[in-house]
């Protein structure tokens, strides 16, 4: 059995598998929080079920029995917000944000060691940023005029306070984000990416085959 090749018989790239450490692996987690955030979304991901659930009891009650119901409109909006905040930290986790590679795969190991740097750099700046900003969201929803705790409610009949708990969210989610890149800056300074190996002649293989 060659380097190249798997123990099913399956045959390898080595060029593909020589960048080990660094982040160009899409759903490896980098660090043990992204371990936890990882294990953490598969929970959270079932409000979309119970979102789905409410929405057909809401749908039934309506159309079937003309009793609609003053909260499952707004609870669903809410996890649906909460799903789409969470999202954030969830792909992060997983190397799963939305990206052009075509730049970062067409260089060497070395430099894309650098361009995960520099992505990191950029990354924590924008998240401590926009940290920042959703404090005095969060801040502006959780007090009154005069300072007080006062959580922003929707106005509704029912009134419930998810627009404050919504941006305690995005800030959560955020600040989660921030601490991610900040580990994951960490892990591309200290990485090191393995070396090329040169691909296998044709040659070399027919020979081991031999054997």
Same mark, same amino acid.
């Given at each position: 059995?060659?380097?190249?090749?798997?123990?099913?018989?399956?045959?390898?790239?080595?060029?593909?598998?020589?960048?080990?450490?660094?982040?160009?692996?899409?759903?490896?987690?980098?660090?043990?929080?992204?371990?936890?955030?990882?294990?953490?979304?598969?929970?959270?991901?079932?409000?979309?079920?119970?979102?789905?659930?409410?929405?057909?009891?809401?749908?039934?009650?309506?159309?079937?029995?003309?009793?609609?119901?003053?909260?499952?409109?707004?609870? @669903?909006?809410?996890?649906?917000?909460?799903?789409?905040?969470?999202?954030?930290?969830?792909?992060?986790?997983?190397?799963?944000?939305?990206?052009?590679?075509?730049?970062?795969?067409?260089?060497?190991?070395?430099?894309?060691?650098?361009?995960?740097?520099?992505?990191?750099?950029?990354?924590?700046?924008?998240?401590?940023? /926009?940290?920042?900003?959703?404090?005095? /969201?969060?801040?502006?929803?959780?007090?009154?005029?005069?300072?007080?705790?006062?959580?922003?409610?929707?106005?509704?009949?029912?009134?419930?306070?998810?627009?404050?708990?919504?941006?305690?969210?995005?800030?959560?989610?955020?600040?989660?984000?921030?601490?991610?890149?900040?580990?994951?800056?960490?892990?591309?300074?200290?990485?090191?990416?393995?070396?090329?190996?040169?691909?296998? @002649?044709?040659?070399?293989?027919?020979?081991?085959?031999?054997?």
């Amino acid at each position: 059995m060659t380097p190249e090749t798997l123990p099913d018989g399956a045959a390898t790239d080595p060029r593909k598998e020589a960048v080990t450490l660094d982040e160009s692996q899409d759903g490896v987690f980098l660090t043990g929080l992204d371990r936890a955030i990882g294990q953490a979304g598969k929970v959270v991901a079932w409000l979309v079920f119970f979102a789905m659930a409410i929405t057909v009891y809401e749908v039934v009650l309506r159309y079937g029995f003309n009793a609609p119901t003053s909260w499952v409109h707004e609870t @669903t909006v809410f996890m649906i917000a909460a799903l789409f905040a969470l999202g954030g930290p969830a792909a992060l986790a997983r190397n799963k944000h939305i990206r052009v590679r075509l730049l970062y795969d067409w260089v060497s190991p070395p430099v894309r060691r650098w361009l995960d740097i520099l992505n990191g750099v950029l990354g924590l700046l924008f998240t401590v940023g /926009m940290s920042y900003a959703a404090w005095r /969201m969060f801040y502006t929803a959780s007090h009154n005029p005069l300072g007080e705790w006062q959580l922003e409610r929707s106005g509704t009949s029912w009134n419930p306070a998810f627009p404050a708990y919504t941006k305690g969210l995005i800030l959560f989610a955020l600040v989660l984000m921030t601490v991610q890149m900040l580990l994951h800056l960490v892990h591309a300074i200290r990485s090191r990416p393995a070396p090329v190996t040169p691909a296998a @002649t044709p040659a070399a293989d027919t020979k081991t085959e031999g054997r």
